[in-house]
């Protein structure tokens, strides 16, 4: 149980950063294909 707490707290520390870094690509690139390809497009 203590390793799944250890990998919930990492991914939750590099994934909200990542979202935030991503947010103001995502509103740059609002095309009719979708938000997800943006998205992915970074990753």
Not at 13 to 32: G, H, Q, R
Request: aromatic residues 10%; without cysteine; glycine residues 6%.
């Amino acid at each position: 149980m203590i390793e799944r707490g250890v990998l919930a707290n990492f991914l939750i520390v590099v994934f909200v950063p990542f979202l935030l870094m991503s947010l103001p690509y995502t509103m740059l690139i609002l095309e009719p294909s979708g938000r997800l390809a943006s998205i992915t497009g970074l990753a």
